[in-house]
């Protein structure tokens, strides 16, 4: 257990389309559950991303870690395939049928920082539009 944590949240945005539509149910029940997420060819947000660290700042730099560092983890791990794409058609978790909905891409984005921040990683928040985010703290918290 810390002593004294102090949690450090990096925000970033990012740009992509994603289309909200089960196989496991009838066109008329995704239409129902969806509505217009349903379009047939997606539709977009402007995401916002929160990443927050937890951790003692080291005595000799004062910080947790070095900002630059989280930046490029969420660049090279999760930007580079999100970032500017059709959610749905171009990231990996979700071509296999995992919905591309708010809780599931904070807890992809979650599974894909956590082995390169597993002391410090927190929380995984990802804000859709300005009235619907998800928060995830992981199964380890």
């Known amino acids: 257990m810390l002593k004294h944590p102090v949690f450090l949240t990096l925000r ?43 951790g003692e700042p080291d005595p000799t730099t004062g910080m947790i870690m ?25 990231v990996h978790e979700f071509q296999a049928g995992l919905l591309p909905t708010v809780e599931n891409i904070a807890i992809v984005i979650w599974n894909r920082l956590y082995p390169h921040l597993p002391e410090y990683l927190y929380a995984i928040k990802v804000e859709e539009t300005e009235s619907i985010s998800a928060l995830y703290y992981g199964p380890e918290s």
């Open 66 to 90: 070095n900002v630059s560092i989280l930046k490029e983890l969420l660049e090279t791990h999760v930007f580079s395939d999100f970032d500017h794409r059709h959610l749905n058609i171009d």
């Open 12 to 54: 970033r945005t990012f740009c992509a389309a994603h289309r909200l539509y089960s196989d496991a149910l009838s066109p008329e029940d995704n239409q129902k559950i969806f509505n217009k997420c349903a379009h047939p060819h997606g539709h977009g947000h402007n995401y916002v991303v929160h990443v927050s660290l937890r």
